[in-house]
């Protein structure tokens, strides 16, 4: 079976950060940009914590479909299944460089965020109670300073 795109990425070298991962054109001709958001060094320190990546997936999907500009291209946002960073999928032929103020904005909400989370509740969510507000403020925290802040082309373009 041949091996999918995102696992030909080297890993061993991957830094935190915005990277296009690929795009695609439905059958109606619609361009689709999935973005990797790289919040930690894979294989080269911890993973997010898990109920902290669940908080960044409800916060930052919560902000996403509600921002004044991005609201309607926001197609998908979730966590890595290996906990160092979340898939952001938008409507467009879209780079990094493009969407680099929306991801500072989605996760100075985030690391700002005070109050209940949306949609943690029982109604709302399958495992409401496997949240954690403070450490996702920190992970949120440490993205924006750390990375977002001043990104060099290593937080912007896979390594070669």
Known sequence: MK???????DHTRLEP???LSRRDTTPLGDVISTFDIRLTRPNRESAVDGAALHTI??????????????????????PMGCL???????????TSEDILPLVRETFAFIADFEGDIPGA?????????YN??????????RFLDETLASPSADNLNYPD
């Open 57 to 78: 997936e409800h916060l930052a999907a919560t902000f996403l479909r509600n921002h004044a500009q991005w609201a309607d291209r926001v197609i998908y946002w979730g």
């Open 121 to 129: 509740t029982a109604r709302d969510c399958g495992n409401w109670t």
């Open 84 to 94: 160092t960073g979340s898939y952001l999928l938008l409507s467009g032929e879209l």
């Open 3 to 9: 091996k999918i795109a995102s696992f030909t990425i």
């Open 132 to 141: 954690n507000l403070p450490e996702a403020r920190r992970v949120a925290r």
């Open 17 to 19: 950060g915005i990277f």
